[in-house]
């Protein structure tokens, strides 16, 4: 895999374990299990991000949960079919991680890098109190082939400048990862607690290129 491929898209998080491994998939012979971490906010809320960790990386039938984490990697989306429709499923994939003692200050805990292609029109809004939110999904190169597709949300003079992008424009963002609880309507009488997530955007720099989508 090229250096290329891998510095399209970079994640870096530190935080505390949330819970215990959950089996995900197997490639070829490689067992993938889920973990989730919790990642402090500035204003002290939590993000609960999930990680995609191989069984090469750690040992997978201790418990860690309490202990603090730091990993890198890449924030990968996939197709899960459910309910008659496709659901983006989005989790870090791990590429190294570390235990460390506690929480440090002085490292940011939790910054993303993406770069990749507009896919869909942006969507520009403002809330009831006039502030600027725009959507954006971002597609973003993966080797043979593959692509991940995730979601991004930007504010104020961020969200004006993305409202004008154009699908299949070439897009730069720096930002976070963050969680987002929401109910789910399941039918006329039963709702779903779920978690989606998004980028939140910090920074962000249009490229004057295009490619077909």
């Given at each position: 895999?090229?250096?290329?491929?891998?510095?399209?898209?970079?994640?870096?998080?530190?935080?505390?374990?949330?819970?215990?491994?959950?089996?995900?998939?197997?490639?070829?012979?490689?067992?993938?299990?889920?973990?989730?971490?919790?990642?402090?906010?500035?204003?002290?809320?939590?993000?609960?991000?999930?990680?995609?960790?191989?069984?090469?990386?750690?040992?997978?039938?201790?418990?860690?949960?309490?202990?603090?984490?730091?990993?890198?990697?890449?924030?990968?989306?996939?197709?899960?079919?459910?309910?008659?429709?496709?659901?983006l499923?989005?989790?870090?994939?791990?590429?190294?991680?570390?235990?460390?003692?506690?929480?440090?200050?002085?490292?940011?805990?939790?910054?993303?890098?993406?770069?990749?292609?507009?896919?869909?029109?942006?969507?520009y809004?403002?809330?009831?109190?006039?502030?600027?939110?725009?959507?954006?999904?971002?597609?973003?190169?993966?080797?043979?082939?593959?692509?991940?597709?995730?979601?991004?949300i930007?504010?104020?003079?961020?969200?004006?400048?993305?409202?004008?992008?154009?699908?299949g424009?070439?897009?730069?963002?720096?930002?976070?990862?963050?969680?987002?609880?929401?109910?789910?309507?399941?039918?006329?009488?039963?709702?779903?607690?779920?978690?989606?997530?998004?980028?939140?955007?910090?920074?962000?720099?249009?490229?004057?290129?295009?490619?077909?989508?």
């Amino acid at each position: 895999m090229s250096d290329k491929i891998i510095e399209n898209n970079q994640v870096s998080i530190m935080g505390k374990v949330a819970s215990g491994f959950t089996f995900s998939h197997q490639v070829f012979g490689e067992g993938f299990y889920t973990l989730e971490v919790l990642v402090k906010r500035l204003s002290d809320s939590e993000d609960r991000i999930p990680l995609m960790i191989s069984e090469r990386l750690v040992d997978i039938t201790q418990d860690y949960e309490g202990e603090y984490i730091q990993v890198f990697g890449q924030f990968r989306s996939y197709n899960r079919h459910e309910e008659k429709k496709n659901r983006l499923v989005l989790s870090v994939f791990v590429r190294e991680l570390e235990f460390v003692e506690e929480e440090d200050d002085s490292i940011k805990t939790n910054q993303i890098f993406l770069d990749g292609y507009i896919c869909k029109p942006p969507v520009y809004r403002k809330t009831p109190l006039g502030r600027e939110i725009a959507d954006l999904l971002i597609a973003v190169n993966r080797p043979y082939g593959k692509s991940d597709y995730i979601p991004c949300i930007c504010w104020g003079r961020n969200a004006r400048y993305a409202s004008a992008f154009q699908v299949g424009g070439h897009v730069l963002i720096w930002g976070r990862i963050q969680s987002r609880e929401y109910v789910k309507k399941i039918n006329e009488t039963e709702t779903e607690k779920r978690i989606a997530y998004e980028i939140s955007v910090s920074k962000l720099e249009y490229i004057l290129s295009f490619r077909k989508m």
